[in-house]
């Protein structure tokens, strides 16, 4: 019910709209509510406790139901302040509680809700959950109150989708007739399920013996060793949890073989209590002194494995990760558009972050571009590849040998897409050698040169993009930004009439994106290259969905302050608007006056940009790399980009410490560059 309740408010929210959340009730008798604790980690907005289950149960046992939901509205009232949608999560029917769905039925009158029934096919026949929709569609349209449709939740993979429908539909008019729509058939997915090798520990009161990548990785399979190393080899595969008393010397060799070999585990688990022999131990050291978690525990491996199948399923509460993951799965399977008549036009000031995320997927779908990626044979970089591959984001192009891309996909326990795109650079280097020297003649590039530059896969690929044989390029997860911009500078040029190439972060805030820029190219601007900055960004925001509202940073706030450095932000503003009259751009304007409404009224007041600024342009590389950095890493805040700006064709750096989803926005927001830079 948390899951696709949260999954329904990001759909929502990927449809621009502003959605707070409220769960009235809380589920359990004791500790704190869940779904109450990761919707304040993932939206923003007043989130308020919810009443205690014990309370609620006592409220109605006594007779004073009003009174409890007076409490409800109340609590709503607050939640749904400045928000255009309220997603209320109303109380599981598991378990034996026998107020929840008369309780949800009488909450969903009061507060004048759509009802949206969610229902499981998890150890349920079809049959049986039409009968269940058929009876709640009667219940809550006792009230009057409209149902805004269904969603099935835990659908087995093997279930024809036309077969599940005649069944719900059989035993359920509201069904066949269309008066209750669908909004999604959820599919079971078991790598949602997968636990941190932390969560493993936490669960069997495990000691830890090396802690290692304890809390980044995910345990997938299970291996119990009953039989000798040879007839488990050929298990110990990615996200494996190896299982074996620590006296198995021959297990606790192949495990630490393997993870030598470049097979992250996800770690070794030893079991009776017993440790390694010190001789085997300092064989192994090198594994089990590195990132392979290893662990032990006092009961033996058949008890163990119990123990391990029996492990609670839910996400525990900081597993950021992994909720996240299961939103975006079930969202993707939801269809909002039957909700819409049933909403007010909300006033949209801002973009959140998970419309822009989904935004930025679409439309890189729907440019279809090819993107280069030099760093052909890097982990992270493979993985992104083959999910922009599965999700339609890009036709990637791996620059590397097919072989040395093989090895990392197996070690990672990848499998590449027979149609991936994996280019061997040693076959293609010769091709470019006579144009690399015509364009850099002037320079007294010789062909010896051209060919030790091109043996740097960076400048191969800006090569090919400069020959129009790709559409952009993505790189930096191994090399430096120097490395990966020079060769852009040297051989794509800049845009016609731009005359300075610079850069932008897209800030994804718990509730709308922003612009920062220049974060990561000049160090320190002239007033002129500022104005050209700010007008680059506001475009950029522009063509990513986010209404531009320009405010040039400074220490001081309009003619609060003086000196050189205020003077020069005064300059840039100025030219910027002369440059560009038709966009919003103020300043010089201190960071809380551009962000804050209260202190924008009060520092600026008049001003069109002053606390609803969404592009903030920093007055030189100091500020604007160190302000990112610290609102990144301070506030959690997640950071797309550099995205860099003026080139004539797209290429874009990463950060060296790049996630995987990191690169795969990167390479989206290089394939709507590269769209927007076509001709039409």
């Known amino acids: 019910m948390t899951t696709v309740t949260l999954s329904l408010t990001r759909a929502l ?78 109380l599981s029917l598991v378990g034996q509680n026998p107020y929840a769905h008369p ?164 770690g070794l688990l030893l079991t009776s209590d017993a440790e390694p022999d010190p001789r085997i131990e300092r064989l192994c050291q090198a594994a089990l002194t590195s990132s392979l978690p290893v662990m032990k525990v006092s009961t033996n491996s058949y008890d163990t494995a119990g123990r391990l199948a029996r492990m609670d399923p839910q996400v525990p509460l900081d597993d950021l990760e992994r909720i996240e993951r299961t939103l975006d799965f079930i969202a993707d399977r939801l269809d909002v558009l039957p909700l819409r008549p049933r909403m007010p036009v909300p006033a949209r000031h801002h973009l959140p972050p998970p419309a822009f995320r989904y935004q930025l997927v679409q439309k890189a779908r729907a440019a279809s571009k090819r993107i280069v990626l030099p760093e052909g044979d890097e982990p992270r970089t493979v993985r992104a590849a083959v999910i922009c591959h599965q999700k339609g984001i890009a036709r990637c192009v791996l620059l590397a040998a097919p072989d040395a891309v093989q090895a990392v996909a197996d070690a990672q326990g990848i499998t590449l897409p027979p149609d991936l795109e994996i280019l061997d650079p040693n076959q293609l280097r010769f091709r470019y050698v006579a144009h690399l020297v015509e364009l850099r003649r002037h320079k007294g590039l ?115 302050g003086s000196g050189e450095d205020v003077e020069k932000v005064s300059k840039a503003t100025r030219l910027a608007r002369e440059k560009r009259p038709d966009l919003p751009i103020d300043g010089p304007m201190q960071y809380d006056a551009a962000s804050v409404a209260s202190v924008g009224a009060q520092k600026a007041p008049g001003s069109p940009v002053a606390g609803r600024a969404t592009v903030f342009i920093f007055p030189d590389l100091n500020t604007g790399n160190t302000t990112y950095k610290a609102v990144q890493r301070s506030a959690g805040v997640v950071s797309i980009g550099p995205m860099l700006q003026g080139l004539r064709k797209p290429v874009n750096d990463l950060s060296r410490g790049a996630l995987v989803d990191d690169i795969v926005f990167t390479i989206a927001i290089t394939a709507i560059q590269a769209q927007q830079n076509t001709p039409r």
């Open 13 to 90: 929210q990927r449809a621009q709209e502003n959605v707070g959340f409220l769960k009235p009730i809380a589920q359990d008798e004791l500790g704190e509510d869940r779904s109450t604790l990761f919707a304040r980690q993932l939206l923003a907005g007043v989130i308020p406790d919810p009443i205690p289950l014990q309370r609620a149960q006592a409220l109605i046992g006594g007779g004073q139901q009003d009174a409890l939901l007076e409490e409800i509205v109340s609590l709503a009232q607050q939640a749904g302040q400045g928000k255009d949608v309220l997603m209320v999560e109303g």
């Open 446 to 560: 010789t062909e010896p040169m051209a060919e030790q530059q091109l043996e740097d896969n960076v400048v191969l690929g800006t090569m090919m993009l400069a020959q129009g044989e790709v559409d952009g390029l993505v790189s930096g997860a191994v090399h430096t930004t120097a490395n990966t911009v020079r060769p852009a500078l040297q051989f794509i040029k800049t845009a016609p009439g731009t005359k300075i190439v610079s850069s932008v972060f897209f800030m994804l805030m718990p509730d709308q994106v922003l612009v920062y820029g220049d974060c990561a190219i000049n160090p320190n601007p002239t007033a002129q290259e500022l104005a050209d900055i700010a007008v680059q960004s506001a475009d950029s925001a522009a063509a990513f969905g986010i209404e531009p509202r320009v405010a040039m940073i400074s220490y001081s706030t309009g003619t609060s």
């Open 103 to 266: 309780l949800n039925v009488t909450m969903s009158h009061t507060l004048v809700a759509n009802a949206v029934l969610v229902a499981t096919l998890q150890n349920r026949q079809p049959r049986e959950v039409s009968d269940q929709l058929e009876i709640a569609v009667r219940d809550y349209g006792s009230g009057g109150d409209e149902l805004a449709g269904y969603i099935v939740n835990y659908v087995p993979s093997g279930l024809e989708y036309g077969t599940l429908m005649a069944e719900l539909r059989r035993g359920s008019p509201a069904l066949s007739s269309g008066r209750l729509p669908q909004l999604g058939l959820i599919s079971a997915e078991p790598q949602l399920n997968e636990p941190r090798t932390f969560d493993v520990a936490q669960q069997l009161g495990a000691q830890v013996l090396n802690e290692g990548e304890l809390r980044s990785r995910r345990v997938k399979s299970t291996v119990v060793s009953a039989r000798s190393a040879p007839f488990v080899a050929d298990l110990m595969k990615p996200g494996a949890l190896v299982v074996a008393p620590g006296d198995r010397d021959d297990i606790l060799m192949a495990a630490s073989l393997a993870h030598l070999s470049g097979t992250p585990l996800a």
